[in-house]
């Protein structure tokens, strides 16, 4: 997309000047990778063993706990959609490397939801047929357009998002797995809190989904998620109410002083307000549409 500088009423349009290889946009994104993606660093380059011969090129966890395996698309020829399905692959029938790789990198106290694990495609352009292929397949896969300016300036926007939560592409390979795993729906969340709780988080989500943009995640244990590119708030049910999690920085607009500060032991987001019922609507979700204001 043309990017354009303004200065005393002029514009200019910005240059694309690119990365030199793909080594060289690996490592940006790896740098940024929470700024850009909402999503912790695991590893780079790693390793899938001698038999499976492989490398993923960047793993990591994201703020809901899912799983992340991010390939980059340096020329159109490049069959790397195929070649991450097979790390994706590989990723689910090897959850005990992927966890102890985690918690060395993250610390042990990490938690990992194996409902929705995903597969991120980052390139600078996709064939007209790469959207529609990605969206055939019955797995979270995300395509990821990048270009880089002149002046610094980088863009990142999402091409295709998968058409709805979907379970981890392996079923669980024993009983044990079989008999605590659970695809969550929106109904298993709703079921959570009262009537009342319930009614005001429909009201909430309505007004967060008609923003440009926005996808609901809710084939996960704890949280029902909003995001563009990456996630900007999220929803957890309880008895009584919904803990409406959101992103802001340090300094929010909070005139009603409904926000508490969850830093300290939230990952990922900075601030919680309660929505009990529908009288909380407006000032929540004045609050998440400033997130969403500042993510997207």
Request: charged residues 25%.
């Given at each position: 997309m043309p990017v354009f500088r303004s200065a005393a009423g002029?514009?200019?349009?910005?240059?694309?000047?690119?990365?030199?290889?793909?080594?060289?946009?690996?490592?940006?994104?790896?740098?940024?990778?929470?700024?850009?993606?909402?999503?912790?660093?695991v590893g780079t380059e790693f390793s899938t063993g001698e038999k499976h011969?492989?490398?993923?090129?960047?793993?990591?966890?994201?703020?809901?706990?899912?799983?992340?395996?991010?390939?980059?698309?340096?020329?159109?020829?490049?069959?790397?959609?195929?070649?991450?399905?097979?790390?994706?692959?590989?990723?689910?029938?090897?959850?005990?490397?992927?966890?102890?790789?985690?918690?060395?990198?993250?610390?042990?106290?990490?938690?990992?939801?194996?409902?929705?694990?995903?597969?991120?495609?980052v390139a600078s352009s996709y064939t007209k047929f790469d959207p529609y292929a990605v969206n055939q397949l019955n797995v979270n896969i995300e395509l990821l357009r990048y270009q880089r300016y002149a002046d610094d300036v980088f863009v990142l926007e999402t091409v295709s998002e998968p058409l709805s939560a979907k379970p981890s592409t392996k079923p669980p390979t024993n009983a044990k797995q079989k008999a605590t795993e659970t695809t969550y729906s929106l109904e298993n969340h709703l079921a959570r809190t009262t009537k009342t709780a319930q009614d005001a988080f429909m009201e909430l989500r309505d007004l967060v989904l008609a923003l440009d943009g926005v996808?609901?995640?809710?084939?996960?244990?704890?949280?029902?998620?909003?995001?563009?590119?990456?996630?900007f708030a999220a929803c957890a049910f309880n008895k009584t109410l919904v803990q409406v999690q959101f992103k802001g920085g340090r300094q929010i607009s909070d005139p009603e002083d409904r926000a508490k500060d969850i830093t300290s032991y939230q990952w990922g987001y900075q601030w919680m307000c309660d929505l009990k019922d529908s009288t909380d609507v407006p000032a929540v979700f004045e609050l998440v549409r400033s997130a969403y204001e500042l993510e997207k």
């Open positions: 002029k514009a200019t349009q910005l240059a694309p000047v690119g990365f030199k290889h793909e080594k060289e946009l690996q490592r940006f994104v790896e740098e940024n990778l929470e700024v850009l993606l909402g999503i912790r660093l011969g492989g490398r993923i090129d960047t793993l990591g966890l994201d703020e809901a706990g899912n799983p992340v395996i991010l390939e980059y698309k340096w020329d159109k020829s490049d069959s790397v959609v195929n070649q991450g399905l097979f790390y994706l692959d590989w990723l689910v029938d090897h959850r005990g490397d992927f966890v102890v790789a985690a918690q060395k990198a993250l610390g042990s106290g990490i938690d990992v939801d194996w409902q929705s694990p995903r597969l991120i495609i996808v609901e995640k809710v084939n996960q244990k704890s949280q029902v998620t909003y995001r563009t590119t990456k996630s």
